[in-house]
């Protein structure tokens, strides 16, 4: 499966963005579904992700109340949404896919099989 990121941009503080990553080669509704990321100079951490069983979803502390990732099988699309966005928010945001991602892992990089390119978000004060 191809996994095609897109949406980020430069927005000020308190500003939102979504971004969309767009699945194709095969449907990934079945899959556990994330989105990490990667500050300049940082290792890429754990965002957002949602189980392949089920709607409940996982996010790190610092966006809870803020971003939210939904899916839209129809489309074989990942949406995460961005309110409030801040500064430290500013990274490459990627988005992962596996059919074999365990609940207790989604916040695991190495527990996915598939990733997108990458999309720049950067966050001005």
């Known amino acids: 499966v191809q996994l095609q990121a897109s949406g980020g941009g430069l927005v000020q503080a308190g500003g939102s963005l979504r971004l969309s990553c767009a699945a194709s080669?095969?449907?990934?509704?079945?899959?556990?579904v994330g989105w990490f990321r990667q500050a300049p100079g940082e290792e890429r951490t754990f965002v957002a992700a949602m189980h392949r069983n089920g709607p409940g979803r996982d996010y790190v502390d610092s966006v809870k109340g803020r971003f939210t990732i939904t899916r839209d099988n129809a489309k074989n699309t990942v949406y995460l949404q961005m309110n409030s966005l801040k500064p430290e928010d500013t990274a490459v945001y990627y988005c992962?896919?596996?059919?074999?991602?365990?609940?207790?892992?989604?916040?695991?990089?190495?527990?996915?099989?598939?990733w997108g390119q990458g999309t720049l978000v950067t966050v001005s004060s």
């Open positions: 080669g095969r449907s990934i509704s079945y899959d556990s």
């Open positions: 992962a896919a596996g059919p074999s991602v365990i609940r207790s892992n989604l916040a695991s990089k190495s527990a996915y099989a598939n």
